[in-house]
């Protein structure tokens, strides 16, 4: 495990962790600063079963972000394919970082359906208000 634990370490981006759990991997962004907040969470067990959490909510599986991953379980010998599908994940999940704001389109916020106001709780540097 420490095998996993050390590569992810190494190719992780700026603000990611790893943790290891008894029957899978935690991998985690942090805000930056003093204090840890974790912004978003994935935990991968040994079988391939894969749970995401962005702001402390489970992603639904409806979200499009599930037709885009896949990790196979860990099986002797394919250390390397697990990290690589991990790495994967982190990837997909990046793709969908809070946005800068669009503020032209304020207008709109309100009509679209499924949608609400992101208050920046976690005060995030990069985000203004969004939608």
Known sequence: ???????????????????????????????????LVVQRCIFVD???????????????????????????PLDNGNVQDFLANILEVVSALRAYEVCIGVVEFEDVWKTAKNAEIDTNPFLEPRNSRCC
Do not use: Y
């Open 46 to 72: 040994f079988n391939g079963h894969i749970e995401v959490g962005v702001h402390a909510k489970d992603l639904p599986p409806t979200h499009e972000f599930w037709s885009k991953i896949n990790v196979v």
């Open 1 to 35: 495990m420490k095998e996993i634990q050390d590569g992810l370490s190494r190719c992780l981006p700026h603000l990611w962790f790893v943790l290891m759990a008894e029957n899978g991997v935690q991998i985690g962004r942090r805000v930056p600063g003093k204090m």
